[in-house]
């Protein structure tokens, strides 16, 4: 069955879209292990970031979370399609989920080089 496409434009699309976005955090969050601990991450990020380093570098530092968390939600949409698609093990499946994996963690080396450089520079 074809899924019916929504022709709203304006501000009604910009709402529904929130509304969206709004249910992915929500689902991810709830399904996945990984993205709560990015998340709860976030108000200690905020803390140090904010009370320690001055406004440039802690919107640079907030910013990098979240991209993080970003990486992760597009991961966990990986994961979830290709489970969709394959249940059963496959190769070609691993290696996309590798390959999100791996989109997390080269994000997560990006956030950590980031933080030594304002601390140390």
């Known amino acids: 069955m074809p899924i019916k496409k ?5 501000v009604a699309h910009f ?3 929130t509304g969206y976005s709004i249910q992915g955090l929500v689902s991810t969050y ?12 976030v108000p200690v990020i905020l803390i140090v970031a904010w009370f ?3 406004f440039p570098y802690a919107l640079l530092l907030t910013g990098m979370w979240l991209i993080v ?11 979830n399609i290709a489970d969709l698609v394959m249940p059963e093990k496959n190769e070609f499946i691993k290696r996309a ?5 791996a989109a997390v963690g080269v994000a997560v080396v990006a956030n950590l080089l980031t933080w030594l450089y304002v601390i140390f520079v």
Do not use: M
């Not at 709830?30 to 991450?41: G, P, T, Y």
């Not at 989920?97 to 994996?101: H, L, N, Q, R, Y």
């Open 97 to 101: 989920k590798d390959a999100g994996s």
């Open 30 to 41: 709830r399904s996945e292990i990984a993205f709560k601990q990015e998340v709860a991450l």
């Open 6 to 10: 929504s022709i709203v434009t304006g």
């Open 52 to 54: 320690f380093f001055g």
């Open 69 to 79: 968390c970003a990486f992760e939600l597009c991961n966990s949409a990986i994961e």
């Open 15 to 17: 709402f529904q879209a």
